[in-house]
């Protein structure tokens, strides 16, 4: 018979503890981010200041090619330099990661380590979140390129040129509007990228350790979805959480690795059934301490 042991305290410390990292480091990329767009944008629209125009209208190609074509590799620099600059620091952050983790499994007199095995893994990852990033620039760094060769051949007005910038870069900032813009995008991957990372290297330690219990832990606020209202301090199996295939507000993926989906500021954390009481299935895990964010 397996003794038990109620760790229902140490639970609570590894949690508060990878949850104060997580959310200072989001607000830490988000705000790193913010600052690259900005730049970015305020560069761009400088740029595009030295086409010529008259009464308000673009003078076309034979007077602005040459112009828009310095313009054009100016932009791709400036991406390199301000955005790519921004969004390869906020990846590097994440070598941080399985320190934080076997931190919090130290709270649990849990000895896990990351061998060189494991970080070759989680270098994969990595990389695979910065080809997000460049994916996103690579996208929105052509169709303002493209839309700037548009408007010199078809000599539009200057002010719409100035809009289709600034659509792109940061977009609307309408409640309730889809995000399509950079900094839309860009805030969303700053919010969720460590939070999902965290996850997944987290579980793949629990796994090392044959853990295959979970604590669905966070707090609830105003803007908490339903998905994880209804989950935020009770403990499921590996099985059950696989087991959730239907869709749900915000989902972005399995709920093992992406918890309640866009946005979400939960995560699991393994938990052995010893460390409990007897059949317990429930902590009081919303009223811990835990850092404020905007997530949900």
């Not at 579980?203 to 609830?220: C, P």
Request: net charge positive; aromatic share 10%; hydrophobic share 35%.
């Amino acid at each position: 018979m397996v003794k038990r042991i109620n760790k229902k305290k140490q639970i609570r410390q590894a949690v508060e503890y990878s949850d104060r990292w997580l959310i200072r480091r989001q607000k830490r990329h988000v705000n790193m981010i913010e600052v690259a767009i900005r730049n970015l944008q305020a560069s761009i629209l400088d740029d595009i200041q030295t086409l010529q125009a008259q009464k308000g209208r673009l003078e076309g190609v034979k007077i602005n090619l040459k112009q828009a074509q310095k313009i054009h590799k100016r932009i791709v620099t400036e991406f390199g330099t301000e955005f790519s600059t921004a969004t390869k620091k906020i990846i590097a952050d994440f070598d941080n990661v399985s320190k934080v983790i076997e931190k919090s499994f130290s709270y649990l007199d849990e000895a896990a380590s990351f061998t060189d095995v494991d970080l070759g893994a989680l270098e994969v990852l990595k990389n695979g979140y910065l080809d997000k990033y460049t994916k996103l620039s690579g996208v929105k760094q052509t169709e303002i390129v493209q839309a700037m060769y548009n408007h010199v051949i078809s000599r539009e007005k200057f002010s719409s040129l100035v809009d289709v910038v600034r659509k792109n870069i940061y977009g609307t900032q309408k409640k309730g509007v889809p995000g399509t813009s950079l900094a839309q995008y860009s805030r969303l991957y700053a919010r969720d990228m460590v939070h999902n990372f965290h996850n997944e290297a987290l579980l793949m330690k629990a796994e090392d350790l044959e853990i295959n219990t979970f604590l669905y832990a966070g707090n609830i606020i105003a803007t908490t979805r339903d998905f994880c209202r209804r989950r935020c301090g009770k403990i499921y199996t590996r099985n059950q959480i696989d087991s959730w295939t239907h869709s749900w507000a915000g989902k972005s993926g399995p709920a093992f690795t992406h918890r309640g989906g866009y946005n979400c500021r939960h995560h699991w954390q393994p938990v052995r059934p010893e460390w409990l009481e007897d059949g317990e299935k429930r902590l009081d895990a919303a009223n811990w301490d835990y850092e404020k964010s905007g997530g949900t």
